[in-house]
């Protein structure tokens, strides 16, 4: 099997450290390049959309809910894993952009719910396409049985770690 830049390093680092039990360096090392590839992939999917990656993932969860596309401030915390008082400033940036619009919540008069806009939704659709044809360009070295093994061993991995709280 052909070697990549992880395994030189976790050998070098074996060369300096004996005493130490590397194996863990090989998977992580792995995951922790692959996501910084990931990102850049992201990010370019995105930009051709004039997305960011938050923008994408506030939009994303708004879509995924399905019609009416409408969530409350607390569901998008829970959907996107970030502080209220981030999310506060996410939905205002979105909102001025025409992205996303904030309605009075009809169950609590003083609440108010996040909508996704027409525009926002061509965007999120629009990203999603690039997203998934760069992903899959990106596995293109992996046959459809090996991209199902690794995505059920990285799901057995995150299972294994805690989960995160809003």
Known sequence: M????????????????????????????????????????????FSGHELTGWEFDVLAALRRIGKPYVLSPGRLLAETHVTSGTMTNRIDRLAARG?????????DRRGVRVALTEKGRVAVDGALVDLVRIEDQLLSGLAEEERQEVADLLRRLMLSFPRPTP
């Open 99 to 107: 992205l996303v619009s904030r309605e009075p919540d009809p169950a």
């Open 2 to 45: 052909e070697s990549d830049e992880v395994d030189r390093v976790v050998d070098a680092w074996a060369r300096e450290r004996p005493d130490l039990d590397l194996t863990p360096m090989y998977v992580m090392s792995r995951v922790s390049r692959l996501a910084q590839q990931l990102d850049r992939a992201r990010s370019a999917a």
